[in-house]
């Protein structure tokens, strides 16, 4: 017997899993430190606030897609979403004037396409939302390239460009903006019966409807918060970029999905927090931001995040697997 | 000295298409009594049992509640009702701790005047509930704030039977409660049946197993083919004629 192994292996293993849980933010310092040792611009403040600001429209859209992808589902259009609520809202500032209607435009456009995800999804008893949320990709694309004519419109109001560039005492506006949005989310999340349900949903969908869970309600809630994301994600952006634009979010929705993922929240449904989809998020800005810091070639970026997702998924899986044999043991133990 | 029937189910009938799944079956089930409910697969246990739970509705005949006939179109209606179920697969949420799995569905929340979704829960009051229920059924958990998914079989069985146990006023329904577990942990379980019968409860078991049976059953019930084909007082004596009945030899 090797003193390694304990009297009892679930006891051991339990610790693994801890590990695992814990391994986004382990590789997010590690990353962090390695990367500011490569590349001496990498930890200077003007550089951190340049990642917090590339990092917000990432981190809002992933928050949002975060609670669909808790109860098993995905959001595929949380980029076109955004492009088309940019576009709404620069039609209607150039319409309006008004500031509060431009902001009201993209939060509702969003939340709108959030809903008919979310309804034809589940009363058009769709299986799965990798369909619906593909269509309105589409549809919410063509939408924005018409009714801006295929171009970007410039201008947007002075309080949406400070929201989405500004800054407050060197740290960007944007920051506050996601950390509002994640402290409500939060709150929502684990602090209201909202929330438990969304877990509820995500672990089981059967025994949810046999409790008595609205899950239909529950279903719909989360794309009209993704699609909500989205719109917030596209106020910040028009920010930043002065205008709206059928372009924007360009391949938004892997982003996203794969903060989440990166992050350490399960595919599988029913596991992950707030969190999860902020760690995943800053990884993603980190590791563009060394990147162009290293001047490594753009296209490698798009490969690196890549190899990123595939080992948070097989991460998860090697947590589900240790899980079943921590349970097979502790009832061996019992026998 | 008969005990008050809490349940009674009259005639029921239920087709699948033209599957005639239920044929007038007739049941009672008594206060702080445990019926068991027999038959060999496809005998319509199951189907009877959703009906009573509110996962199916009769096609013809009735239910009744303390002598009321009650309709019960959904798990809610049942649940409202007083009769809980543990269902074969359990029902649990492997991603919750065990007081959340008790809550879920009905955690309490306040304040009473925002819609159920948006009430803040009130967790220290649920965990709390939980473990004194799972303390006073003597149910051993390594961590109580630790999701189910970690639990072995019977001990994520105990949860389930405990939270049946918890919301039931009247009636417990046990759907092969032991079906996957080992000897030892079947012993607990069986334990925790007798818990919920001698708290009051009619209780109705469907089980294989004709040893449970005989400890557990003042009654059996057996269908075949979706008839009920006799209903006898389980003792050591009978069981081959309870086995004849159930296979119709």
């Known amino acids: 017997m090797v003193m390694g192994q304990s009297r009892e292996p679930a006891a051991a293993l339990s610790i693994w899993l801890k590990v695992l849980s814990a391994g986004p933010i382990a590789i997010l310092v590690g990353l962090i430190v390695v990367l500011s040792i490569a590349a001496p611009h990498f930890l200077t403040p003007r550089n951190i606030s340049n990642i917090l600001a590339q990092t917000a429209v990432i981190a809002v859209v992933a928050m949002g897609q975060h609670l669909v992808i808790l109860t098993r589902g995905i959001d ?52 799965h939302p990798f369909i619906i949320t593909l269509a309105t990709l589409s549809i919410a694309k063509g939408t924005a390239l018409q009714l801006a004519d295929g171009r970007a419109i410039p201008g947007m109001p002075e309080s949406i460009q400070f929201l989405g560039g500004g800054s407050v005492l060197g740290i960007p506006a944007s920051f506050f903006v996601v950390a509002g949005v994640a402290g409500l ?5 684990r602090k209201m019966v909202w929330g438990r349900w969304i877990y509820a949903v995500g672990g089981k969908p059967e025994a949810a409807l046999r409790m008595g869970i609205p899950v239909r309600g529950v279903l719909i809630s989360t794309y009209v918060m993704a699609g909500l994301c989205a719109g917030i994600g596209a106020v910040l952006l028009a920010g930043r970029t002065d205008a709206g634009s059928p372009l924007f979010g360009n391949l938004l929705e892997l982003d996203t999905i794969a903060a989440v993922i990166i992050g350490g929240a399960s595919f599988l ?29 753009i296209f490698f970026q798009l490969i690196a995040i890549g190899v990123v997702i595939v080992l948070a998924v097989e991460a998860d899986v090697l947590r589900t697997y240790l899980e079943g044999r921590v349970r097979t043991l502790r009832a061996a133990r019992l026998q | 000295m008969t005990n008050p029937v809490v349940l009674s189910v009259r005639s029921a009938t239920k087709r699948f298409g033209p599957v005639l799944a239920l044929d007038d079956v007739s049941l009672e089930a008594r206060a702080g009594e445990v019926l068991a409910l027999l038959g060999d697969n496809g005998a319509g ?44 697969d359990l029902a649990l949420f492997d991603n919750l701790t065990p007081a ?49 998914a970690l639990m072995s079989g019977g001990q994520r069985q105990a949860v389930a039977v405990a939270r049946a146990s918890v919301f039931a006023r009247k009636v417990v329904i046990l759907d092969e409660p032991t079906a996957a577990l080992g000897l030892r942990e079947s012993r607990k379980v069986l334990d925790l049946v007798a818990q919920l019968r001698d708290e009051g409860n009619a209780v109705i078991l469907i089980t294989h197993n004709m040893e449970h049976v005989t400890e557990l059953a003042s009654r059996a019930v057996v269908l075949r083919q979706g008839r009920k084909v006799g209903e006898i007082i389980p003792t050591k004596t009978n069981q081959q004629e309870l086995v004849a009945m159930i296979v119709g030899a």
């Open chain 2, 100 to 148: 959340q799995n008790f809550y879920a569905g009905r955690e309490i929340a306040v304040p009473a005047w925002l819609p159920r979704g948006l009430r803040f829960l009130k967790s220290r009051q649920m965990d709390e509930e939980t473990s004194r229920v799972l303390d006073r059924l003597k149910v051993i958990l390594p961590k109580q704030d630790a999701t189910v």
């Open chain 1, 269 to 297: 449904g029913g596991r992950g927090h707030i969190g999860h989809a902020l760690v995943g998020a800053v990884m993603i800005g980190v590791i563009r931001n060394a990147l162009n810091l290293l001047n490594v070639d």
């Open chain 1, 185 to 189: 989310i939060l709150t929502m999340a």
């Open chain 2, 45 to 88: 246990k199951s189907t009877l049992i959703k009906c009573i739970s509110g996962v199916h509705q009769i096609d013809s005949g009735n239910i009744a509640i303390d002598g009321v006939a009650t309709a019960i179109r959904s798990p809610g209606d049942a649940r409202t009702a007083g009769i809980e179920t543990v269902y074969q």
């Open chain 1, 76 to 127: 595929l259009s949380v980029g076109s979403n955004l492009a088309l609520a940019t576009v709404t809202g620069a039609l209607v500032y150039q319409a309006t004037g008004s500031e509060v209607l431009t902001i009201l435009a993209m939060l509702v456009s969003g939340a709108g396409v959030g809903a008919i995800n979310g309804l034809i999804y589940t009363f058009g008893r769709l299986p």
